[in-house]
């Protein structure tokens, strides 16, 4: 090796030695010849013992079907966010998130690189969240009055909101998937927990889940469930399906989940079954399903992070909740019901706000919507000492980039982005009508949608096909 090459790998071991994900790298023989000190601490191993040694020489429980880079090694193929669980030479238990790819030499020679982090702690918490869960959602800790949110704590009287929760009442007497969208402080769980509420599910359960909070593989075992013995450490539980029979299950950012988790989704609505990680038998569950995004269903689409067929089956239902400056006539009538919240919560006595911070409110352009709003009123009363009224100098620490020209930028667009989207799906919708010549059966298969989400978008954007 020249010395310039010797200087290179000194400067490359201590580069990665300061990098704070664990680094692995197996050559085509299944050696490490690279293994750095985050990966050394994470799992527990002396970097000497480790180098120049094969997989299963260093972690007796790996081979090469469990471990994710002799797999890669194996397949050539990129393994992402897989959760690992294995013992380290002294018996120690290791669990990490991987990132394994592939690296192809200039000879055609293939190596693997290991990217890890170290989840051990998290999957001690995930399993106490989960035990939580289990506990809490069984019918005996059910208390069926004032458990959830219903369409009367949905303030506001802007006819687009008007418009939203008229469908969702209607949506609640069915059982359909339903797929709300809407910018994030919108209020989509408060939405989804309002149609439970207004459902025959309100007895049952109404379990949550933020789809972008975990990794992949822990969150597939949140929400099938897992058997003992199907991979190591794990033991009986009930995924959230189970937990949420009879009920409804809200799945926050689907646009998050994996595409793998998306199939195995789309198999429940379809069929009503699911099979718990290492289970070999299917379970019957009777499970209404919310999905929320904060993006355009489309775009997610385009973009890859939500399959077409799932969205078909969770949009039966398509509910856009509309921002804050869309409905400027709701601001001062929510701040007036935060002042009075916040008032109880605190035992404070403010009377509202003064006429600079109304015009204020009223030409904010409200990124966070409502949830910011509440926010921003909560923190002007934190610092209030005896003024009775919110003035500017109270708010304006808690808002973000002041400027009054973007409300007025902002009417110089016409149509939103929400609504350009729903324009073009209506003339979609009529076109393809007119080729089908009017047949709601043979459009919806034309469109690769279901009947009835069909008929539900016909009635969404008032046609008349007899017009058409």
Not at 14 to 37: A, F, P, R, S
Not at 82 to 99: A, D, P, R
């Given at each position: 090796?020249?010395?310039?090459?010797?200087?290179?790998?000194?400067?490359?071991?201590?580069?990665?030695?300061?990098?704070?994900?664990?680094?692995?790298?197996?050559?085509?023989?299944?050696?490490?010849?690279?293994?750095?000190?985050?990966?050394?601490?994470?799992?527990?191993?002396?970097?000497?013992?480790?180098?120049?040694?094969?997989?299963?020489?260093?972690?007796?429980?790996?081979?090469?079907?469990?471990?994710?880079?002799?797999?890669?090694?194996?397949?050539?193929?990129?393994?992402?966010?897989?959760?690992?669980?294995?013992?380290?030479?002294?018996?120690?238990?290791?669990?990490?998130?991987?990132?394994?790819?592939?690296?192809?030499?200039?000879?055609?020679?293939?190596?693997?690189l290991e990217i890890a982090r170290d989840i051990t702690e998290t999957k001690k918490l995930y399993n106490k969240i989960v035990t939580l869960q289990e506990k809490l959602y069984t019918d005996d800790n059910m208390d069926e009055e004032n458990k959830y949110f219903t369409f009367d704590d949905i303030k506001g009287k802007s006819k687009k909101l008007k418009q939203v929760i008229n469908y969702a009442r209607q949506a609640a007497r069915t059982d359909s998937s339903i797929l709300i969208t809407g910018e994030t402080g919108t209020g989509k769980e408060l939405l989804a927990q309002s149609i439970h509420s207004g459902s025959r599910r309100k007895n049952k359960p109404f379990i949550a889940q933020n789809c972008a909070a975990l990794p992949e593989n822990l969150l597939e075992g949140i929400l099938f469930g897992t058997r003992r013995g199907g991979f190591t450490g794990a033991i009986d539980r009930k995924g959230l399906f189970e937990q949420a029979n009879g009920g409804t299950l809200l799945l926050d950012e689907i646009n998050s989940m994996s595409k793998s988790l998306q199939a195995k989704l789309l198999r429940v609505l379809q069929e009503g079954l699911v099979r718990p990680l290492g289970g070999k038998e299917d379970i019957k569950v009777d499970v209404r399903i919310i999905a929320t995004s904060n993006k355009s269903p489309l775009d997610s689409i385009r973009e890859g992070n939500l399959r077409e067929d799932l969205y078909y089956r969770l949009a039966v239902v398509l509910l856009r909740l509309p921002i804050l400056s869309e409905r400027s006539k709701d601001i001062l009538l929510l701040s007036d019901y935060f002042i009075k919240k916040i008032n109880y919560k605190f035992d404070k006595d403010v009377t509202g706000l003064d006429d600079q911070v109304k015009e204020l409110f009223i030409k904010y352009d409200w990124p966070g919507n409502v949830r910011q709003l509440e926010h921003v009123i909560e923190g002007a009363i934190n610092i209030i000492n005896e003024k009775k009224v919110i003035k500017r100098e109270h708010v304006e620490p808690f808002l973000i980039d002041i400027n009054f020209d973007k409300k007025n930028d902002k009417k110089e667009i016409k149509e939103t982005l929400p609504e350009k989207i729903e324009k073009v799906e209506k003339e979609y919708i009529i076109k393809a009508l007119k080729k089908n010549n009017k047949n709601i059966t043979t459009t919806a298969k034309y469109l690769g949608i279901k009947r009835q989400s069909l008929q539900y978008r016909i009635n969404k954007y008032s046609i008349d096909i007899n017009q058409i």
């Open positions: 090796m020249k010395n310039r090459d010797i200087i290179l790998m000194k400067n490359l071991d201590k580069i990665l030695d300061n990098i704070n994900e664990g680094i692995h790298v197996v050559n085509e023989l299944g050696k490490t010849i690279i293994y750095n000190k985050k990966m050394s601490e994470l799992e527990g191993m002396d970097k000497n013992i480790v180098l120049g040694k094969k997989i299963d020489q260093v972690f007796p429980s790996l081979n090469e079907s469990t471990s994710t880079l002799l797999l890669t090694l194996k397949n050539k193929k990129e393994i992402k966010n897989n959760q690992q669980e294995y013992l380290n030479k002294f018996g120690q238990k290791i669990v990490t998130i991987n990132s394994t790819i592939p690296i192809i030499l200039g000879n055609g020679t293939v190596w693997a």
